[in-house]
């Protein structure tokens, strides 16, 4: 019999509209394996009981007043589904700490657009995830929280900065977690714990009502199990407030119904140069991508190689941009030094960044969009590794005594996932291959393929990759359960 952790987000909706689970009894059983796993996993700052209890019940009585155990409709896609926040993102009422402990802990006042949204659709929320400080490193180690640790191999990192929202779902404590993405935050942890994780195009969701675009490098989404599930969310996230400065055309239908949609016959472009920094990329993710194209081209798809888009040199627009939005933290000047260095010495390089150096920043972005449009021009996917190697061990990339060369390794780690920010345009993550580490009883870790596509393409990418997923299926590899946790 299948175990309600084994159920896709869309699964358990269906199984409560039937009638066969309530939302309490899904909620009791993720609250149950949190607290049994968490403890070795780092994967949530705060448990929320008391409100996953409530919002429960009330799906309950919602379900209740419908005259019959149906639930209501597209309206609650994901009705019932154990959905955390990652603690950069407000929830009414409970602390928000952003993986820092210079910003204090008090109880957010309002709901941030993306959990109402959520909360609307039917999701529980029963927690707030693990992020490093601000969502800045490539990797969760907070100084206010244990790491975030891969299921698959917990002496290495979830990878960052939605760490803890891809180390529970990996976990099956929830089969769907939000999170956001600016410079690879929600690929980077797909690929280190073996998930599915969408970065949608720059204005597809909104930062409203309550933030705005900014740079508009970074964007929420969710990190699941399933491409189904990454679609619903979408089509879920997608909504608009009143004064978004985007609004982009929506699906033909639902993302939902573009994953049951053949993609037609595509041309793949296979990228596994770096982009942003010449480095050495691990066999393990070349050999991923090139079993990728072969599978692609055994689909019927038009493969061949294709050109870095632009000059190593142009992502420095990128870095301009990134340091200067680690300068715009709110921060007290008394708080400062508790930061993280690594926070510190961003925001150091945040301050030799003249309003003219910003502006230009801002211009070479939007010229290496232009740039990288015509270059990948002749294809309507580019396949690429998530990142250039296995996933990290914890400690192996955050280095506090030399902050300049923590980031370095974190370039090295992920000389791809950036420039689908600075573009603005969607990439997913797909668990399409696994290696072992060099040691003979070392446990098999996920191995992440990215393809990304041009501006508002997420219909064509969600259903390559459903594609992909039937063709070579990866929902019944699952990691162990982390030692300690009976």
């Not at 869309?10 to 009791?28: F, K, M, N, Q």
């Not at 072992?436 to 098999?444: E, S």
Request: with cysteine.
């Amino acid at each position: 019999m299948t175990e309600i952790h084994e159920l896709t987000a869309l699964d358990i909706a269906a199984a409560i509209r039937a009638g066969d689970l309530s939302p309490t009894e899904v909620v009791e059983h993720s609250l149950d394996r949190a607290q049994r796993l968490d403890p070795q996993l780092g994967a949530f700052v705060e448990l929320t009981p008391e409100l996953a209890r409530e919002q429960a019940r009330a799906r309950e009585r919602a379900l209740a007043a419908a005259g019959r155990y149906d639930g209501s409709g597209p309206a609650t896609p994901l009705l019932g589904v154990p959905c955390p926040i990652k603690d950069l993102v407000r929830v009414a009422g409970v602390p928000v700490r952003y993986g820092s402990a210079a910003l204090g802990d008090a109880d957010a006042p309002v709901d941030d657009g993306v959990v109402t949204l959520l909360n609307q659709a039917g999701t529980v929320t029963i927690g707030k995830t693990n992020t490093p400080e601000v969502g800045l490193p490539a990797y969760t180690e907070p100084d206010i929280a244990p790491p975030a640790r891969s299921p698959w191999d917990t002496r290495r990192s979830a990878g960052g900065s939605s760490g803890g929202a891809a180390a529970a779902v990996a976990a099956g404590i929830v089969p769907m977690a939000h999170g956001n993405d600016g410079g690879g935050s929600i690929r980077i942890p797909a690929s280190a714990c073996g998930l599915v994780g969408l970065k949608p195009t720059r204005g597809r969701v909104s930062p409203g009502p309550h933030g705005v675009e900014g740079a508009g490098l970074a964007i929420n989404g969710v990190l699941t199990r399933d491409v189904r599930d990454t679609a619903a969310a979408l089509d879920v996230l997608s909504a608009s407030w009143p004064g978004d400065q985007f609004i982009l055309a929506g699906p033909k239908t639902s993302y939902v119904d573009a994953c049951a949609r053949e993609p037609g016959t595509l041309r793949v472009g296979v990228l596994t140069t770096p982009i942003i920094a010449d480095v050495p990329v691990d066999p393990s993710c070349i050999t991923a991508v090139e079993e990728t194209a072969a599978l692609l081209e055994e689909l019927g798809h038009h493969v061949e190689h294709a050109p870095v888009p632009f000059p190593a040199q142009r992502w420095s627009s990128f870095e301009a941009l990134w340091s200067v939005l680690a300068l715009s933290i709110p921060l007290p000047p008394e708080a400062e030094d508790r930061l993280v260095p690594l926070t510190r010495w961003l925001r150091e390089q945040g301050r030799s960044v003249s309003g003219l150096d910003y502006a230009s920043a801002v211009t070479s972005a939007q010229e290496t969009t232009r740039e990288a449009a015509v270059t990948w021009a002749g294809y309507d996917v580019i396949v690429s590794p998530t990142l250039a190697r296995p996933p990290a061990f914890i400690g192996e990339l955050r280095n506090d005594d030399d902050p300049a060369a923590d980031f370095a390794a974190q370039v090295a780690y992920t000389p791809w996932t950036s420039v689908w920010n600075l573009t603005g345009w969607p990439a997913i993550s797909l668990p399409l291959s696994w290696t072992r580490g060099g040691a003979a009883d070392d446990p098999p870790v996920p191995v992440g393929v990215m393809l990304g596509g041009q501006h508002g393409t997420e219909e064509m990418l969600l259903s390559l990759s459903a594609q992909l997923e039937v063709a070579r299926p990866w929902r019944h590899y699952r990691p162990p359960e982390p030692p300690g946790s009976a």
